[in-house]
């Protein structure tokens, strides 16, 4: 059973993310903001993380770059989830860490193929 971290301040965009996720028989762990999500990845050690990018406090961008630095999390894929899905937007959150960027609105399958990375 995979374990996935999945971060997103929209109640809706956490319960359609769950879903799919659960349904695919993965272990789930939910958090609403950026300004827990290292210390989250490092309690559950999750096999990828899910994460949007506009969020108030702090940003996907930057719960990102603290994924990556920390030793204990820098091997966790993180794959951006954001209405955000412009050519730079891409280029700046592969060069924040992230592995892929998936622009809302998405379907089920393109979830459920990053999961293939882990």
Same mark, same amino acid.
């Not at 930057?62 to 891409?90: H, M, N, W």
């Given at each position: 059973?995979?374990?996935?971290?999945?971060?997103? *301040?929209?109640?809706?965009?956490?319960?359609?993310?769950?879903?799919?996720? &659960?349904?695919? =028989?993965?272990? #789930? !762990?939910?958090? /609403?903001?950026?300004?827990?999500?290292?210390?989250?990845?490092?309690?559950?050690?999750?096999?990828?993380?899910?994460?949007?990018?506009?969020?108030?406090?702090? *940003?996907?961008?930057?719960?990102?770059?603290?994924?990556?630095?920390?030793? &204990?999390?820098? =091997?966790?894929? #993180? !794959?951006?989830? /954001?209405?955000?899905?412009?050519?730079?937007?891409?280029?700046?959150?592969?060069?924040?860490?992230?592995?892929?960027?998936?622009?809302?609105?998405?379907?089920?399958?393109?979830?459920?193929?990053?999961?293939?990375?882990?």
């Amino acid at each position: 059973m995979k374990k996935v971290l999945i971060c997103d *301040d929209s109640p809706t965009e956490l319960i359609y993310l769950s879903s799919i996720l &659960e349904q695919a =028989q993965c272990d #789930v !762990i939910k958090s /609403s903001d950026g300004d827990n999500l290292l210390a989250l990845a490092k309690q559950h050690k999750p096999d990828i993380i899910f994460l949007d990018i506009v969020m108030p406090g702090k *940003d996907g961008y930057a719960a990102c770059r603290d994924i990556i630095a920390d030793t &204990e999390t820098c =091997q966790i894929p #993180v !794959i951006f989830v /954001s209405s955000k899905g412009k050519r730079a937007d891409r280029i700046w959150a592969q060069m924040q860490g992230a592995k892929d960027l998936i622009q809302k609105p998405y379907d089920s399958q393109a979830i459920l193929d990053k999961l293939l990375l882990v």
